[in-house]
Nanobody
């Protein structure tokens, strides 16, 4: 199985930056698409960014041009660089490891709080 631990959240001023990390344990990390999702109070969980096993990325419209997802397969880690942060980015951010054929289980981290406020 896979265990995911997020880190790097905290309080930041509008316009500031944070870099989130998701450290994965277990096997088959390299073949799983990985994603970052977020959920604000009273709202649905939404996709922030996704990266395939081959490094192809996609982003939610609200973060495109400001956030960058990357992965370091040698260290079983996925990152989310967040720049030009806005108050509406405030949410709990979750790391996700997608299921793939032959490795069927999906995994989620515990979440890390990001608060953007002056």
């Amino acid at each position: 199985q896979v265990h995911l631990v997020e880190s790097g959240g905290g309080l930041v001023q509008p316009g500031g930056s944070l870099r989130l990390s998701c450290a994965a344990s277990g096997i088959w990390f390299n073949i799983r698409p990985m994603g970052w999702y977020r959920q604000a109070p009273g709202k649905q969980r939404e996709l922030v960014a996704r990266i395939s096993s081959g490094g192809m990325t996609k982003y939610g419209d609200s973060v495109k041009g400001r956030f960058t997802i990357s992965r370091d397969n040698a260290n079983n880690t996925v990152y989310l660089q967040m720049n030009s942060l806005k108050p509406e980015d405030t949410a709990v951010y979750y790391c996700n490891a997608e299921a793939v054929v032959g490795v069927p289980n999906e995994y989620w981290g515990q979440g890390t709080q990001v608060t953007v406020s002056s």
